[in-house]
């Protein structure tokens, strides 16, 4: 499927801009396009950029890589529950909590990277399983309607966000 097609009911207004900025883009393809192309990108970077902060408070980019890897973790367990049409509205994550509580900024960065390979593998034989009915299951997650398909593409639009936001405040 390809993002175009994606029905704007199946996901909520807040992930517009990343749906929108992905572009049009085939979903299992682009798991994994842009899993090599952030990982490229982040071994580019240079090593003094990994625990910059560019304001007090901000997350530094071992943070964000750890970010990446929670949020895709739990996108995908919302991507599981309701393909598998379970009911049970899912509940939303203070995304703030999962940083603090992380200790990235002690891990390496290929170890980082390499925890980030493993999860996006895991998300791609993932979706890769899904029927076309079950990536067009609809469910409830942070109290708003979502297709599993979305997920996907919310997946994809989330990590070019922060890659994104890596080159205009980091870099």
Known sequence: ??????????????????????????????????????????????????????AEGKWTIKDIIQHLIDAERIFSYRALRISRNDKTPLPGFEENDYVDNTSANARSIQDLLTEFSAVRQSTLLLFKSFSEEQLKRMGVASNVDVSVRAIGFIIIGHQKHHQKVFQERYL
């Not at 682009?30 to 982040?42: M, P, R, S």
């Open 1 to 54: 499927m390809e993002s175009n097609q994606l029905p704007v009911n199946e996901y909520a207004a807040f992930y517009s801009p990343y749906i929108n900025a992905i572009g049009n883009v085939v979903l299992i393809e682009e798991l994994e396009i842009c899993l090599h192309d952030f990982i490229k990108f982040v071994q580019n970077i240079p090593m003094d950029k990994f625990d910059f902060r560019y």
